[in-house]
């Protein structure tokens, strides 16, 4: 862990900040005076290198930022309760100020290198989803409780009929076309529903992506929902955003046209292009508008607005259909208090379970 700590009016902890979108968000964090004076968490799984997120914090404008970077392995559940049990601890002895926002950023889109973690979870619904529903639920002792906000950020990905996906046929058959199947999550869970033995690794990466940022999507509705009734904790809020495709290393297993012509070149090119078309939420993004929209939310004067929202950039949206269902919600969060063996000591959250 590298650290320049000190007093200040709030914590702000962004998972997977040495990646593409983390380190927009960062330098817009620490460029901007009034976001610059909160303390900041930065996590990459390896905080030793995290050489992208070292040169974000190495500008002039970051030098009296005061800030951390620490190692979590999202894909690791010992990771995720180590580091949140550090940080209760510094929060509860007073040696680090109230978390005001937790931006649950990190992902792991396979494309179709589909591996597994040493708890035997498919490597992309634990990286991306689970080790962010846990360490969110551990972290509520930390949170700020009149201002504290849970940010999610979801995407395209995990709407079975976002116009994008017509591109690739990703769920051109129907039978994929629902995600969350049955009265349990085990199949997504262990990467068997969309496996590589059931379609292109291409084709079946990208339905397991959309997966596990469905059930963050799920977690977002349910968290605020058990949020607004738990005494201690209802004044804390959870917003969900979608940042748009942007020119990021998420792709960096994909094929050789996506990770080294698509993202890199095509994608670039096309974002200001459709941000002058006056298209308030275009397809392709420049990572500092969605930086912006992103701190936006996190940041936004009216909790109310966005409490338990969805948002495409800086419009509100409607979640799909799917992940708005109460009982698959149930079901998602019954299974992750199951997979990450959550006991009513591991958080303040009344209704837990």
């Avoid at 109230?98 to 634990?126: K, S, V, W």
């Avoid at 017509?166 to 969309?194: C, F, H, M, P, R």
């Avoid at 950039?313 to 009982?327: R, T």
């Avoid at 063996?341 to 837990?352: A, E, F, P």
Wanted: net charge neutral; proline share 5%; hydrophobic share 40%.
């Amino acid at each position: 862990m590298t650290t320049t700590t000190r007093p200040g009016s709030g914590s702000v902890l962004i998972t997977g900040a040495n990646g593409g979108f983390g380190c927009g968000i960062v330098s817009k964090m620490v460029s901007t005076p009034e976001l610059a004076v909160y303390h900041g968490i930065y996590t990459t799984r390896d905080g030793s290198s995290a050489p992208a997120l070292k040169t974000a914090l190495a500008s002039a404008t970051a030098k009296s930022h005061s800030h951390e970077v620490l190692s979590l392995d999202l894909s690791r559940l010992a990771s995720v309760r180590e580091v949140a049990a550090g940080i209760n601890a510094r929060v509860a002895s007073g040696k680090l100020p109230p978390i005001r926002a937790l931006i649950l950023n990190a992902a792991y889109n396979d494309l179709g290198q589909q591996a597994f973690t040493e708890d035997g979870f498919d490597m992309g619904f634990a990286a991306t989803y689970l080790g962010h529903w846990l360490l969110t639920l551990l972290l509520l002792q930390s949170m700020d409780r009149q201002h504290g906000r849970v940010v999610v950020v979801g995407g395209s990905s995990y709407d079975v009929h976002h116009p994008i996906h017509k591109l690739g046929g990703y769920y051109k058959d129907k039978k994929w076309q629902t995600l969350i199947n049955g009265d349990s999550i085990d199949a997504v869970a262990e990467g068997t529903w969309s496996s590589n033995n059931d379609d292109a690794p291409s084709k079946a990466g990208v339905r397991r992506y959309g997966a596990a940022k469905m059930c963050a999507v799920m977690m977002l509705l349910e968290l605020q929902k058990r949020l607004d009734a738990d005494p201690a904790l209802s004044s804390l809020s959870v917003v969900g955003i979608d940042p748009g495709s942007m020119a990021t290393g998420i792709v960096r297993r994909g094929d050789w046209f996506t990770r080294t012509v698509l993202f890199p070149v095509v994608v670039p090119a096309l974002a200001p292009v459709m941000a002058w078309s006056g298209n308030p939420t275009p397809t392709f993004r420049s990572v500092s508008r969605s930086a912006d929209d992103l701190l936006s939310a996190a940041f936004d004067s009216d909790p109310a607005r966005l409490r338990g929202r969805y948002l495409d950039g800086s419009q509100l949206k409607d979640v799909s259909p799917e992940a708005a269902d109460e009982a698959k919600r149930a079901v998602v969060w019954r299974d992750s208090v199951k997979y990450t063996h959550l006991t009513s000591g591991d958080t303040m959250l009344v209704n837990w379970a």
